[in-house]
């Protein structure tokens, strides 16, 4: 009884109609622009059955002159999507007859235009014939990404994440589309795994980090993968996604707080001679940080708390620790090990 | 076409009885629109969708206007302040003109409208909760004076601040929830059909988010009894 006369009802008339009706016609010169200009419905209004054939043969045209163009064309382009399955199997010299498709080869029996797929073989693995399809991949990441988005993400973007996880499920499931996942996808998959599946927001948020650490979203991937480790207790995993999220944003708008969780991770894991390193670099590079003296405190307290056991210089008996996130661009470790 | 044609007769007949001061159209024609919504502006809900389904923009504008208060202030009240809402009914009236056809019951417009604005102000939400865990983008901000009526007393406007204050931490979902019961004061079932969800979870949501408030909620002005 007390604890509903605390909540009380709010009466329907307390509340504001701000709808008023400058704001309704501004709204409604924006629909009317948009729907007058080239409105969906009018397309499909319209005889839908004279132009969706018309359609379908200037695609299919179209199709074939780039086809044909790029069959013939240049060697060195690399296209991402079409070549990349033919990475792989390319043998060092001998593969030309090998690379076409069965398909393919029924097409065009004699076309030398195959050959267009040899610059896209460039130089490494050269033993690599076992894997039939493995995507080797030892230096350079996949580059480029241009899927078109997927039905989930379609979903996803409009908000109907239940049907979006669905369609992940039709698609062979989170593990499936993490494969294939461009980095904004692999944000979303994190975003939509995040409730129930935790591995696979993770996992979607190192991918990020691991493959596309140049992409703009690596480092918010990074430092969202630090805020969840550091949520499931991994605190040493965290500091080091932390820290890659500083290396890859050294002066992204979080580095403060970055290197601060890295301080805490270290103090919360009883590491105190890198906290005390941290929490110097801290004061140094955020002379007015907001955390510095919260970290003094700390640091005094736990030095105080925990005599020095192993030796008071921290030398020898002081484990290796990992070093200093660099601050030199370079994308660092991946944030964990599986 | 046809359909149009009959309803544009319908709508004239129905304007004609209601004292002849709206000019008989035909339906196949662009009715010349006097006061710009004209007679099209009697049409029930249902005759509306089925114009706007064959393309009428007029009908569409009948259906907008009657209908973009609602999702306005359903839009604000879920967020909790005024920040884009104009793009949210922009987005949600295009996206309902482009998906008219899905709409099974034209009668039902309003609803199934409320519940595209719900859905898109859940995106909203949720995004904004993303990026904050993240540490990017402000922390939802409260505007009272979009919220509260001016005529509100201030202790109805204390009660409001603190919800949706409180309402910031809980999940979008549940605060959705709460809100179109709570302070749009819908039926379970609108609330259930607004939020796209099964009834036992609209109540649940519902349950959730009223247990927090009841535990947080701090009533301004009002001593405690000891």
Redesign the interface.
């Known amino acids: 009884m007390?604890?509903?006369?605390?909540?009380?009802?709010?009466?329907?008339?307390?509340?504001?109609?701000?709808?008023t009706d400058q704001?309704?016609n501004?709204?409604?010169r924006?629909?009317?622009g948009?729907?007058?200009g080239a409105?969906?419905?009018?397309l499909?209004?319209g005889a839908a059955w004279l132009w969706a054939p018309a359609a379908a043969v200037a695609v299919f045209a179209l199709g074939v002159f780039v086809g044909a163009n790029w069959m013939r064309a240049q060697p060195g382009a690399t296209t991402a999507l079409e070549a990349e399955p033919l990475q792989p199997p390319a043998g060092p010299t001998a593969a030309p007859e090998v690379l076409p498709s069965p398909r393919e080869r029924r097409d065009e029996p004699k076309k030398p235009a195959r050959t267009r797929r040899l610059p896209r073989t460039p130089s490494p693995l050269p033993e690599l014939q076992i894997a039939p399809e493995a995507p080797e991949q030892p230096t350079q990441p996949p580059a480029p990404i241009t899927q078109t988005s997927a039905h989930w993400q379609q979903l996803y973007?409009?908000?109907?994440?239940e049907q979006a996880r669905d369609a992940i499920e039709t698609q062979g499931g989170f593990d499936a589309v993490l494969g294939q996942a461009s980095p904004e996808q692999l944000f979303a998959l994190s975003?939509l795994a995040r409730s129930d599946n935790r591995a696979i927001a993770l996992a979607a948020l190192r991918e990020v980090v691991n493959k596309y650490p140049h992409n703009p979203n690596a480092p918010?991937a990074a430092?969202?993968l630090g805020?969840m480790l550091k949520k499931a207790g991994d605190l040493a995993g965290a500091a080091r996604a932390f820290a890659i999220y500083r290396a890859l944003s050294p002066d992204g708008?979080?580095s403060e707080?970055a290197l601060a969780r890295q301080v805490e991770a270290a103090i919360e894991q009883g590491e105190l001679v890198l906290a005390r390193q941290l929490a110097e670099q801290y004061a140094k590079e955020f002379p007015t940080g907001e955390r510095l003296d919260e970290f003094r405190e700390e640091l005094e307290a736990a030095a105080a708390y925990v005599p020095p056991t192993p030796a008071p210089d921290a030398g020898s008996a002081e484990p290796i620790r990992p070093a200093e996130p660099v601050d030199d661009g370079s994308p660092g470790d991946p944030p964990d090990a599986p | 076409m046809g359909h149009a044609a009959s309803i544009h007769c319908a709508m004239a007949a129905q304007s004609a009885s209601h004292g002849a001061r709206l000019r008989l159209v035909r339906g196949d024609q662009d009715p010349q629109r006097p006061n710009r919504l004209g007679p099209t502006a009697e049409l029930g809900s249902a005759q509306l969708v089925s114009l706007a389904r064959e393309n009428d923009l007029l009908a569409f504008e009948v259906l907008y206007r009657r209908h973009a208060a609602f999702a306005m202030n359903l839009a604000v009240r879920i967020q909790g302040n005024a920040t884009d809402v104009e793009d949210v009914v922009h987005d949600a009236f295009l996206r309902a003109h482009a998906r008219l056809d899905e709409l099974r019951d034209p009668d039902a417009f309003r609803a199934w409208l409320g519940a595209i604005v719900v859905r898109l102000v859940r995106t909203r939400l949720r995004r904004r909760r993303l990026l904050r865990s993240v540490g990017l983008g402000a922390a939802d901000s409260v505007e009272l004076d979009s919220i509260a009526s001016h005529e509100a007393s201030p202790e109805i406007r204390a009660q409001l601040a603190q919800v949706y204050a409180l309402l910031r931490t809980v999940a979008p979902d549940d605060r959705i929830a709460w809100t179109l019961r709570h302070l749009e004061h819908h039926r379970l079932e609108t609330v259930a059909e607004l939020c796209s969800c099964s009834l036992a979870t609209a109540k649940r949501r519902i349950h959730r988010a009223h247990k927090f408030l009841q535990e947080h909620f701090v009533t301004p002005f009002v001593e405690e009894p000891a």
């Open positions: 007390s604890e509903r006369s605390k909540l009380p009802e709010v009466p329907a008339s307390a509340l504001r109609d701000i709808a704001r309704i501004r709204v409604w924006r629909i009317d948009e729907l007058s409105s969906p419905r009018t499909r209004a973007d409009e908000g109907e994440f975003d918010i430092y969202q805020v708008d979080f707080d």
